[in-house]
Structures are given as C-alpha cells and as structure tokens.
Nanobody, 124 residues
Framework: QVQLVESGGGLVQAGGSLRLSCAASGRTFSSDFMGWFRQAPGKEREFVAGISWSGGNTAYTDSVKGRFTISRDNAKNTVYLQMNSLKPEDTAVYYC?????????????????WGKGTLVTVSS
C-alpha cells in the first residue's frame, strides 16, 4: 500500500519556524518528483515547493521564496519542508505529493500520490 505521511505541523507565532516531514512507503519514490502543496480554508490547493528526484532542481511559489526550503533524503524515502519567517497567510493544510513524471510539476492534477495533510497555523 502506497502511503505518504506528513508530520511536523502545528501552531506557531508569526516569524517562527516549522519543519514538515513526509515519509513515503509502499514503493520507491527516489525517482519521483516530490512536492508540497497547501490549501487554506475556502481556497484552492496550491503549489508551494517541489524537488526533482536527484534534489538538483527545486521550485518555489513566489510567496515562499527565501523563506521555505525543500529537501529530500532518498535513502530514507523522506521529503522535508523547512519553513522560516512564517506569516499568518501561510496558515493552511500542507500536503505532500509525488509525481512519476520526471519533470517539475506545479499543477496538483499532475501528482499521482497524496498524503492526508498536516495543519500549519500561524498566529499574528
């Protein structure tokens, strides 16, 4: 059974930091594009950050550039999202996702596997 399990969410004050983890199991994800998406109440799910299978290519949405860093450890089948200088507008459920396409995927519809999400709440 393929699973992506997110952890590390929680409540943090504005300006604080959180580190999200996504543990993958059930298949090898080392050749997949891995991404983090988020969905705030009443809004559509949006791309946050993504990383190629080798870790050599990364992509970020403009609003998190310079504050968030995505990384992966293929030996552990785990992807991370380090979030610094958090803002109230970062509040959302954060989802980990995997795509078997060997390219950067920004559209949620292009992802093949999804986790159930972890809630990040940033208070002002």
């Amino acid at each position: 059974q393929v699973q992506l399990v997110e952890s590390g969410g929680g409540l943090v004050q504005a300006g604080g930091s959180l580190r999200l983890s996504c543990a993958a199991s059930g298949r090898t994800f080392s050749s997949d594009f891995m991404g983090w998406f988020r969905q705030a109440p009443g809004k559509e799910r949006e791309f946050v950050a993504g990383i190629s299978w080798s870790g050599g290519n990364t992509a970020y949405t403009d609003s998190v550039k310079g504050r968030f860093t995505i990384s992966r450890d293929n030996a552990k089948n785990t992807v991370y999202l380090q979030m610094n200088s958090l803002k109230p507008e970062d509040t959302a459920v954060y989802y980990c996702a995997a795509s078997t396409l060997h390219t950067i995927v920004l559209n949620p519809n292009g992802m093949n596997y999804w986790g159930k999400g972890t809630l990040v709440t940033v208070s002002s």
